[in-house]
Nanobody, 122 residues
Framework: QVQLVESGGGLVQAGGSLRLSCAAS????????MGWFRQAPGKERDVVAA????????YYADSMKGRFTISRDNAKNTLYLQMNSLKPEDTAVYYC???????????????WGQGTQVTVSA
């Protein structure tokens, strides 16, 4: 079993930055591909970014390219999402997820955190 706990969300003005963290626990938790997803009220949960188990491959949704950076520190059992140039439309609950497949489909991920709210004011 893998447990994931997100942190780092909050309220920020447009153009600002936030860094989300996802602490993973459980045996082999950091051997999985991982991803960040987000869900705004009334909308589906969509991929933000994904990263392979060793960090060698990354994927970004088009609207995040150049603004967001996903990374992982397997020694610290932590996944990160650096978010820059934030926009009001980035407002959502952000979730981290783990494996078993490197994918941008939420259904491919078995383990999920509880989410952290990110609110970007205009």
């Amino acid at each position: 079993q893998v447990q994931l706990v997100e942190s780092g969300g909050g309220l920020v003005q447009a153009g600002g930055s936030l860094r989300l963290s996802c602490a993973a626990s459980g045996r082999t938790s950091m051997s999985y591909p991982m991803g960040w997803f987000r869900q705004a009220p009334g909308k589906e949960r969509d991929v933000v970014a994904a990263i392979s188990s060793n960090g060698g491959r990354t994927y970004y949704a088009d609207s995040m390219k150049g603004r967001f950076t996903i990374s992982r520190d397997n020694a610290k059992n932590t996944l990160y999402l650096q978010m820059n140039s934030l926009k009001p439309e980035d407002t959502a609950v952000y979730y981290c997820a783990a494996g078993p497949r490197y994918s941008y489909y939420p259904a491919e991920y078995n383990y999920w955190g509880q989410g952290t709210q990110v609110t970007v004011s205009a």
